[in-house]
């Protein structure tokens, strides 16, 4: 394990260098076993209240629904923790990125931001992430690209999203800001930049109007001071 205090440490981007073979092989994530899904349910929704019965029901659900992968299972214990009601709980894990994100939403205050604007902010962070909070032509430009208009309101959104554990701050300051977990940016853009299922998902109008957007953008420079 190698602790660093910047992205920029040159530590880091000798082992992102793709010439070099891997110091180890990469692990596979895999499901729990049963017996420690089970047990691991039963840790996630101890502090939340259920009686007997609905308990034993939610632990099982936790489980089995997210295909007993503890990283799901964690974002499906947030939804329970804020009161989603057990009869309303989705039924696999893309259902749950989806209500969790409209959790998030519903919860924003009106001040802090429309559900257009959050959207298009945790949309744009979750394809430039890591974002630096303390640049303020980063700022400036997520909220042009988002609709927030200004780095100020920009800045204030992100501060109420750490606040409520959506984005994570790291590096000296708490500096720098993305999504997590990484299932969650996964979810944001999948949904931003394809369409269809998943034998069919192809890129979305979206994307493609994007990509235009940046090309152009390159060409001129305006992503240079990024």
């Known amino acids: 394990m190698i602790t660093v205090r910047t992205p920029k440490d040159p530590v880091v981007t000798a082992l992102q260098n793709p010439r070099d073979r891997l110091l180890a092989p990469p692990l596979e994530l895999k499901p729990l076993p049963p017996a420690d899904a089970a047990?691991?349910?039963s840790i996630l929704l101890a502090p939340v209240k259920f009686s007997p019965d609905a308990r034993s029901r939610a632990e099982r659900w936790l489980a089995d629904v997210c295909g007993r992968f503890p990283i799901w299972m964690t974002v499906a214990t947030k939804l329970l923790e804020s009161g989603v009601n057990l009869r309303d709980l989705p039924t696999d894990s893309f259902g749950i990125a989806r209500m969790y994100m409209r959790d998030v939403l519903d919860n924003t205050r009106a001040e802090i931001g429309?559900?257009?604007?959050?959207?298009?902010l945790l949309r744009w962070i979750a394809l430039m992430q890591p974002i630096n909070r303390h640049h303020e032509p980063t700022l400036a430009y997520l909220g042009f690209r988002s609709g927030f208009g200004s780095a100020s309101r920009v800045e204030r959104a992100i501060e109420n999203l750490g606040r409520r554990r959506v984005l994570s701050s790291f590096g000296i300051a708490h500096r720098?800001?993305?999504?997590?977990p990484d299932v969650m940016r996964d979810h944001l853009l999948v949904e931003w930049l394809t369409v269809g299922g998943d034998e069919d998902r192809r890129p979305s109008q979206d994307s493609l109007d994007l990509a235009r957007i940046l090309a152009d953008e390159?060409?001129?420079g305006t992503l240079s001071h990024l």
């Open 39 to 41: 047990h691991y349910s």
């Open 114 to 120: 429309s559900e257009i604007q959050i959207t298009a």
């Open 176 to 180: 720098m800001v993305e999504i997590r």
């Open 218 to 220: 390159v060409r001129s």
